[in-house]
Protein backbone atom coordinates (compact mmCIF):
# COMPACT_ATOMS: atom_id res chain seq x y z
CA UNK A 1 0.00 0.00 0.00
CA UNK A 2 1.28 3.80 -0.62
CA UNK A 3 -1.13 5.38 1.76
CA UNK A 4 -2.09 7.54 -1.43
CA UNK A 5 -5.75 7.11 -1.78
CA UNK A 6 -8.16 8.49 -4.39
CA UNK A 7 -11.92 9.29 -4.88
CA UNK A 8 -14.29 8.56 -6.33
CA UNK A 9 -12.85 4.75 -7.88
CA UNK A 10 -15.49 5.29 -10.73
CA UNK A 11 -17.29 7.61 -12.42
CA UNK A 12 -19.96 8.44 -15.48
CA UNK A 13 -20.11 11.57 -17.09
CA UNK A 14 -21.80 13.43 -20.39
CA UNK A 15 -20.02 15.12 -22.57
CA UNK A 16 -20.03 19.00 -22.02
CA UNK A 17 -20.01 18.16 -17.57
CA UNK A 18 -17.51 19.44 -15.19
CA UNK A 19 -15.77 16.70 -13.04
CA UNK A 20 -13.55 16.87 -9.97
CA UNK A 21 -11.63 14.26 -8.78
CA UNK A 22 -9.70 13.96 -5.52
CA UNK A 23 -6.62 12.81 -4.40
CA UNK A 24 -5.41 12.35 -0.49
CA UNK A 25 -1.49 11.52 -0.70
CA UNK A 26 0.86 10.77 2.01
CA UNK A 27 1.24 12.33 5.05
CA UNK A 28 4.61 15.11 4.31
CA UNK A 29 4.62 14.88 0.82
CA UNK A 30 4.58 18.10 -0.02
CA UNK A 31 4.48 17.03 -3.71
CA UNK A 32 1.22 15.67 -5.96
CA UNK A 33 1.28 14.81 -9.52
CA UNK A 34 -1.86 13.57 -11.82
CA UNK A 35 -1.47 11.65 -14.92
CA UNK A 36 -4.12 10.28 -17.32
CA UNK A 37 -3.91 7.04 -18.59
CA UNK A 38 -5.61 5.59 -21.54
CA UNK A 39 -6.61 2.09 -21.84
CA UNK A 40 -3.74 -0.03 -23.01
CA UNK A 41 -1.47 3.03 -22.67
CA UNK A 42 1.07 4.11 -19.90
CA UNK A 43 0.33 7.19 -18.15
CA UNK A 44 0.61 10.56 -19.42
CA UNK A 45 1.47 13.67 -17.09
CA UNK A 46 -1.03 16.36 -16.55
CA UNK A 47 0.41 18.75 -13.98
CA UNK A 48 2.14 18.61 -10.40
CA UNK A 49 1.73 20.90 -7.28
CA UNK A 50 4.57 21.57 -4.85
CA UNK A 51 3.53 23.41 -1.70
CA UNK A 52 0.43 24.30 -3.22
CA UNK A 53 1.94 25.83 -6.33
CA UNK A 54 1.52 24.42 -10.05
CA UNK A 55 5.21 23.28 -10.67
CA UNK A 56 5.09 22.29 -14.44
CA UNK A 57 2.37 21.01 -16.80
CA UNK A 58 2.21 18.57 -19.65
CA UNK A 59 0.08 18.88 -22.51
CA UNK A 60 -3.11 19.39 -21.78
CA UNK A 61 -5.30 22.23 -22.06
CA UNK A 62 -6.94 24.87 -19.61
CA UNK A 63 -9.81 23.07 -19.11
CA UNK A 64 -7.33 20.53 -17.06
CA UNK A 65 -7.02 22.77 -13.66
CA UNK A 66 -5.94 21.46 -10.65
CA UNK A 67 -5.63 22.73 -6.57
CA UNK A 68 -3.48 21.54 -3.67
CA UNK A 69 -4.47 21.75 0.07
CA UNK A 70 -2.11 22.32 3.27
CA UNK A 71 -3.71 18.60 4.39
CA UNK A 72 -2.03 16.93 1.62
CA UNK A 73 -5.18 16.82 -0.56
CA UNK A 74 -5.74 17.52 -3.64
CA UNK A 75 -8.31 17.60 -6.50
CA UNK A 76 -7.68 18.01 -10.69
CA UNK A 77 -10.81 19.67 -12.44
CA UNK A 78 -11.82 18.95 -16.01
CA UNK A 79 -14.54 21.06 -17.47
CA UNK A 80 -16.32 20.74 -20.53
CA UNK A 81 -15.97 17.40 -20.92
CA UNK A 82 -15.02 15.36 -24.06
CA UNK A 83 -15.20 11.89 -25.08
CA UNK A 84 -11.74 11.50 -25.12
CA UNK A 85 -11.49 12.13 -21.59
CA UNK A 86 -11.99 8.99 -20.61
CA UNK A 87 -9.33 7.55 -19.10
CA UNK A 88 -7.70 6.63 -15.80
CA UNK A 89 -6.67 9.33 -13.74
CA UNK A 90 -3.73 8.22 -11.63
CA UNK A 91 -2.24 10.98 -8.86
CA UNK A 92 1.18 10.22 -7.22
CA UNK A 93 2.85 12.23 -4.46
CA UNK A 94 6.36 12.42 -3.44
CA UNK A 95 8.62 14.00 -0.73
CA UNK A 96 9.08 16.57 -3.02
CA UNK A 97 9.58 17.03 -6.76
CA UNK A 98 13.13 15.07 -7.63
CA UNK A 99 11.69 11.78 -5.22
CA UNK A 100 10.17 8.84 -6.05
CA UNK A 101 6.64 9.06 -6.87
CA UNK A 102 4.13 6.62 -5.50
CA UNK A 103 0.58 6.15 -7.30
CA UNK A 104 -2.86 5.88 -5.98
CA UNK A 105 -6.00 3.18 -7.37
CA UNK A 106 -6.93 5.91 -9.79
CA UNK A 107 -10.25 7.16 -10.62
CA UNK A 108 -11.81 5.24 -14.11
CA UNK A 109 -13.72 8.21 -15.68
CA UNK A 110 -16.19 7.26 -18.75
CA UNK A 111 -17.57 9.98 -20.80
CA UNK A 112 -20.51 9.49 -22.71
CA UNK B 1 8.83 16.37 -26.77
CA UNK B 2 11.02 13.35 -25.90
CA UNK B 3 9.48 10.62 -24.58
CA UNK B 4 10.68 7.50 -22.99
CA UNK B 5 10.29 4.63 -26.10
CA UNK B 6 9.33 0.96 -24.96
CA UNK B 7 7.41 -0.80 -28.06
CA UNK B 8 4.97 -2.70 -26.26
CA UNK B 9 5.70 -6.03 -26.71
CA UNK B 10 4.22 -9.86 -24.66
CA UNK B 11 7.13 -11.12 -22.61
CA UNK B 12 6.14 -15.16 -21.45
CA UNK B 13 8.39 -16.89 -19.54
CA UNK B 14 8.01 -19.62 -17.45
CA UNK B 15 7.65 -19.96 -14.00
CA UNK B 16 11.22 -20.08 -12.45
CA UNK B 17 13.04 -18.75 -15.15
CA UNK B 18 14.41 -14.70 -15.25
CA UNK B 19 12.55 -11.99 -16.87
CA UNK B 20 14.50 -9.16 -18.80
CA UNK B 21 12.40 -6.18 -19.96
CA UNK B 22 14.03 -3.64 -21.65
CA UNK B 23 13.44 0.39 -22.27
CA UNK B 24 15.04 3.22 -24.43
CA UNK B 25 14.90 6.43 -23.71
CA UNK B 26 15.21 9.68 -26.05
CA UNK B 27 15.96 11.84 -23.71
CA UNK B 28 19.71 12.59 -22.56
CA UNK B 29 19.11 14.79 -20.11
CA UNK B 30 16.91 12.45 -17.55
CA UNK B 31 19.35 12.33 -14.21
CA UNK B 32 16.48 9.50 -12.36
CA UNK B 33 14.36 6.32 -14.17
CA UNK B 34 12.09 4.37 -12.65
CA UNK B 35 10.19 1.04 -12.93
CA UNK B 36 6.72 0.82 -11.96
CA UNK B 37 4.66 -2.72 -12.25
CA UNK B 38 0.85 -2.15 -12.76
CA UNK B 39 -1.80 -5.26 -12.15
CA UNK B 40 -5.05 -4.76 -13.59
CA UNK B 41 -7.32 -2.11 -12.38
CA UNK B 42 -4.47 -0.99 -10.08
CA UNK B 43 -2.33 2.40 -9.86
CA UNK B 44 1.43 1.32 -11.15
CA UNK B 45 3.17 -0.06 -8.06
CA UNK B 46 7.16 1.66 -7.39
CA UNK B 47 9.92 -1.47 -8.08
CA UNK B 48 13.14 -0.23 -8.12
CA UNK B 49 15.16 3.17 -9.51
CA UNK B 50 18.21 4.40 -10.36
CA UNK B 51 20.21 7.71 -11.03
CA UNK B 52 22.12 8.81 -13.83
CA UNK B 53 25.06 8.07 -11.85
CA UNK B 54 24.77 4.45 -11.10
CA UNK B 55 25.32 1.60 -13.54
CA UNK B 56 23.13 -1.12 -11.51
CA UNK B 57 20.67 -1.17 -8.79
CA UNK B 58 19.75 -4.64 -6.93
CA UNK B 59 16.54 -5.02 -4.86
CA UNK B 60 14.59 -8.16 -3.92
CA UNK B 61 14.69 -10.79 -6.94
CA UNK B 62 15.21 -7.27 -9.48
CA UNK B 63 18.13 -5.64 -11.04
CA UNK B 64 17.70 -2.49 -13.09
CA UNK B 65 20.48 -1.55 -15.28
CA UNK B 66 21.36 1.48 -17.04
CA UNK B 67 23.33 2.29 -19.90
CA UNK B 68 23.88 5.88 -20.48
CA UNK B 69 26.15 5.52 -23.90
CA UNK B 70 23.00 3.68 -25.70
CA UNK B 71 20.26 5.16 -23.77
CA UNK B 72 19.21 1.87 -23.05
CA UNK B 73 17.10 0.57 -19.45
CA UNK B 74 16.84 -2.63 -18.25
CA UNK B 75 14.49 -4.45 -15.51
CA UNK B 76 15.84 -8.24 -14.50
CA UNK B 77 13.44 -9.98 -12.20
CA UNK B 78 15.04 -12.95 -10.80
CA UNK B 79 13.08 -16.36 -10.78
CA UNK B 80 9.60 -14.89 -11.82
CA UNK B 81 6.51 -16.02 -10.11
CA UNK B 82 2.91 -16.07 -11.35
CA UNK B 83 2.23 -13.12 -8.91
CA UNK B 84 5.21 -10.98 -11.29
CA UNK B 85 2.88 -11.11 -14.25
CA UNK B 86 1.43 -7.52 -14.95
CA UNK B 87 2.67 -4.40 -17.33
CA UNK B 88 5.79 -3.05 -16.54
CA UNK B 89 6.58 0.33 -17.34
CA UNK B 90 9.63 2.69 -17.42
CA UNK B 91 9.82 6.47 -16.85
CA UNK B 92 12.50 9.02 -16.93
CA UNK B 93 12.08 11.71 -14.56
CA UNK B 94 13.24 15.30 -16.59
CA UNK B 95 13.59 18.59 -15.00
CA UNK B 96 12.38 17.35 -12.09
CA UNK B 97 8.90 17.08 -11.81
CA UNK B 98 7.02 14.90 -14.82
CA UNK B 99 7.95 11.22 -15.43
CA UNK B 100 7.33 10.79 -18.92
CA UNK B 101 6.14 6.67 -19.37
CA UNK B 102 6.98 3.80 -22.20
CA UNK B 103 3.79 2.14 -23.25
CA UNK B 104 4.59 -0.73 -21.39
CA UNK B 105 5.81 -4.42 -21.41
CA UNK B 106 3.23 -7.37 -20.33
CA UNK B 107 4.43 -9.97 -18.15
CA UNK B 108 3.03 -13.11 -18.55
CA UNK B 109 4.28 -16.10 -16.50
CA UNK B 110 3.67 -19.74 -16.93
CA UNK B 111 3.06 -22.35 -14.16
Known amino acids: ETGVTQSPTHLIKTRGQQVTLRCSSQ?????VSWYQQALGQGPQFIFQYYREEENGRGNFPPRFSGLQFPNYSSELNVNALELDDSALYLC???????????FGPGTRLLVL | GESVGLHLPTLSVQEGDNSIINCAYS??????FIWYKQESGKGPQFIID?????DKRQGQRVTVLLNKTVKHLSLQIAATQPGDSAVYFCAENYAGNMLTFGGGTRLMVKP
Open chain 1, 92 to 102: ASSPDPRETQY
Open chain 1, 27 to 31: SGHNT
Open chain 2, 50 to 54: IRSNM
Open chain 2, 27 to 32: NSASDY
